[in-house]
């Protein structure tokens, strides 16, 4: 993925959520059939959830100027292709990688993302100082942000990382942020740990 810039991005994101777009995203083989039969976007979500190229007339033009400032329109032939995708779980909005995920610093976010934030929702208690290690989008540890003192994020991708500050900020949480493997950074007893691997 080429370089984003982080705060047009998140600028995109808020945008984004406050024409109430909403997209869940589905297995890469449910994908690949759906854009199979698809040349081109039509909507919003075409572009940002099945992430298909797109002409620029597509978007409103708001989203169109904050996705030109973030840097996240590559072209392809004729046509666009937006480098990320923002999906919905429960009510908050997240961003992560194109469709294909098949970068070296792909972030994921799918089916089973949405099990992985349903179960911590469920089974994690409370908890003064909480590690999310590969955090990916960040989903897991925001998702639990209100159990626990302190949050921490973690991911040997840099990609990651930066994709779950924004995150983060979209949901005005304010966890702590590592890029590294396992627990590497993270100094001090840390009272639980939850991976999504």
Not at 69 to 94: D, K, M, N, W
Request: glycine fraction near 8%; include cysteine.
């Amino acid at each position: 993925m080429s370089r984003i810039d982080s705060r047009a991005l998140l600028a995109l994101a808020t945008a984004l959520r406050e024409t109430g777009y909403r997209f869940t995203t589905v297995t890469p083989a449910t994908h690949s059939r759906v854009v199979r039969r698809r040349e081109r976007a039509g909507s919003v979500a075409d572009v940002f959830g099945w992430n298909l190229p797109f002409e620029l007339t597509v978007l409103p033009e708001p989203l169109a100027t904050l996705g030109k400032a973030a840097s996240i329109f590559t072209p392809e032939g004729e046509l666009l292709r937006s480098q990320v995708r923002f999906s919905t779980i429960r009510e908050e909005l997240y961003v992560h990688s194109s469709f294909p995920t098949t970068a070296a610093d792909a972030v994921f976010l799918g089916p089973d993302t949405h099990r992985f934030v349903a179960y911590v929702s469920r089974h994690l208690p409370p908890c003064r100082r909480l590690v999310d290690v590969g955090c990916g989008t960040g989903a897991g540890g925001l998702s639990a942000r209100e159990r626990t003192r302190e949050l921490i994020l973690t991911d040997v991708n840099p990609q990651a990382v930066e994709l779950a500050r924004v995150n983060a900020a979209l949901q005005d949480a304010e966890p702590s942020f590592r890029v590294g493997e396992m627990l590497s950074g993270v100094a001090g007893p840390v009272e639980a740990i939850i991976c999504n691997p």
